[in-house]
């Protein structure tokens, strides 16, 4: 399959920005990896690796790394941006006076803006304006892409000829691209799994056996299509690679971010601790304020994302949360 594109940038260097860049510079493209921190980006250019957010893979000689975004952007025909959520505006904003417009980006970014309730494409638009945007989701551990074990995603655009040259563009021998129109479906199925993903931490730190665990994916996915039809989003997403399946991967991964900071809280630490001693970004936690004003706001019964918020901002205990869910009403499966 002939690549679409020959040049392109990547914004953030964390994991999925790393991995983003490494699948581009395999697939033949001339790829631009720019970061906000001079010193990270100088780390980089002498380790030729990510050590500290992707360790163990080793850059091409044809990936470059900038902190300049004139360089970064400079005949880029496609940008990617790996910035965490709660950081694209401050980033987007920054950057939209040399953005080449013009050019689409697909957003890698899991979450919900706090104060806005905006999704990463949306936040995108506000800093930018009228750009076209695309988002990819699924089940992506960055270490297993990296490491070129099978993986499939789904690449998602308000305009399908966007979704198809993204699809194009990163689909490999390792790594296989479905395309959707569900724009807002799997940007808000793949914020809303980093919620339940804590969820199931909490689980596991605390013993609660797999049959909880199984439950809670499954009636998880429910609150998640049950805030999805409020935005029109498609059933079938919340069937698809960017709800059960990336859901599914983020609750059981040993490395996953949001289980493993779960795992901790329902061991006993706090959340505050938990974030100070983390060196990547946990998604899930400014993301289940943000599920939760949502639901609120538009009055969608999202208990497990309520027990997730009690206990991550309340103080609540896991023990007390769970007491809850079990001992309410008795209904209906469907």
């Known amino acids: 399959m002939s690549i679409p594109i020959s040049r392109a940038c990547v914004v953030g260097d964390g994991a999925m920005g790393t991995v983003c860049a490494l699948l581009l510079c395999e697939q033949g493209v001339d790829v631009t990896l720019w970061g906000r921190s001079v010193e990270h980006v100088d780390t980089l250019c002498q380790d030729r690796e990510n050590k500290k957010y992707l360790a163990g893979f080793s850059f091409p000689d044809s990936l470059k790394i900038t902190h300049d975004a004139d360089d970064a952007f400079h005949e880029a025909e496609l940008i990617v941006s790996a910035v965490p959520c709660q950081f694209m505006r401050e980033i987007w904003t920054k950057l939209a006076d040399t953005f080449p417009h013009g050019v689409p980006i697909v957003s890698v970014a899991k979450g919900i803006e706090n104060e806005t309730l905006l999704l990463p494409s949306a936040i995108v638009k506000a800093c930018l304006g009228d750009v076209s945007t695309a988002c990819l989701s699924g089940p992506s551990i960055a270490s297993e892409v990296a490491d070129h074990k099978p993986a499939s995603l789904v690449v998602a655009s308000d305009d399908l000829a966007v979704a198809k040259l993204v699809q194009q563009t990163f689909s490999t ?22 919620v339940i993903a804590i969820a199931a ?29 409020v935005f029109d989003a498609q059933p079938a997403t919340f069937r698809g690679l960017a709800g059960v399946g990336d859901l599914f991967t983020t609750c059981v991964s040993k490395v996953g971010r949001n289980r493993s900071a779960g795992e901790r809280i329902g061991r006993g630490e706090s959340t505050e601790h938990v974030l100070a001693t983390t060196t990547s970004v946990i ?27 009690a206990v991550l901002f309340e103080g609540d205990s896991p023990a007390a949360a769970i007491e809850r869910l079990m ?8």
Do not use: Q
Request: proline share 3%.
């Open 201 to 229: 931490g909490i689980c596991d730190g605390i013993g609660a056996g797999d049959n909880a665990k199984a439950s809670l994916l499954t009636r998880g996915l429910v609150e998640i299509a049950r805030l999805g039809e």
């Open 283 to 309: 998604e899930g936690i400014p993301t289940t304020m943000s599920i939760f004003e949502l639901a609120a706001k538009h009055n969608v019964e999202m208990p497990i994302v309520e027990a997730v918020a």
């Open 327 to 334: 001992t309410r009403r008795l209904r209906s499966e469907l």
């Open 173 to 194: 021998p390792h790594v296989r691209i479905y395309s959707s129109t569900d724009h807002v479906g799997v940007e808000l199925a793949g914020a809303a799994k980093n």
